[in-house]
């Protein structure tokens, strides 16, 4: 199995004062999206679906990457707050003959990531990270982690 990790985009807004689980992608973070994802369809990765948090940039980033793909899109509620080595494992046992790309948050993805792999990573706003498994085996390894600035 292959696994795609897609941090959400920039949606740094300094005079945020709605709850954080509403705050949507800044332009340039759907600009930076964008370019990520017309990389990314260079890159020719094979995820089979997208599965996105419901928060809406991470959904945004989801679409954004979903079109550029041409894939199906379905949201995940494991993918919010609280995002943990038993929660994907909860996710991938529903996608089983799957690659899914999932997008969401940090800290989770960073540390889902390093208890996989044992790798210690940065994964920016925007990055994607792509986490290999042999049959049946629990732990994975980095392929690749791809800031966003590769994509300029």
Do not use: C
Not at 117 to 127: D, I, P, S
Request: charged letters at 35%; a positive charge; hydrophobic letters at 40%.
């Amino acid at each position: 199995m292959k696994l795609y990790l897609l941090r959400h985009g920039i949606a740094d807004w300094p005079d945020w004062d709605r709850p954080d689980d509403e705050r949507p992608l800044t332009e340039e973070g759907k600009k930076e999206m964008r370019r990520m994802a017309k990389f990314m369809r260079r890159l020719k990765p094979k995820p089979s679906v997208i599965l996105s948090s419901a928060f809406p940039r991470a959904r945004q980033t989801a679409e954004i990457a979903a079109e550029f793909l041409q894939l199906k899109l379905r949201e995940e509620r494991d993918l919010q707050k609280g995002f943990n080595v038993a929660k994907l494992r909860k996710i991938l046992g529903r996608h089983t003959k799957e690659n899914p790309m999932i997008v969401g948050h940090n800290p989770g993805f960073v540390d889902v990531i390093r208890a996989l792999t044992g790798a210690n990573v940065k994964l920016a706003k925007g990055g994607l990270a792509r986490v290999d498994f042999e049959d049946g085996e629990e732990s994975g390894r980095l392929i690749w982690l791809l800031p966003p600035k590769v994509a300029e």
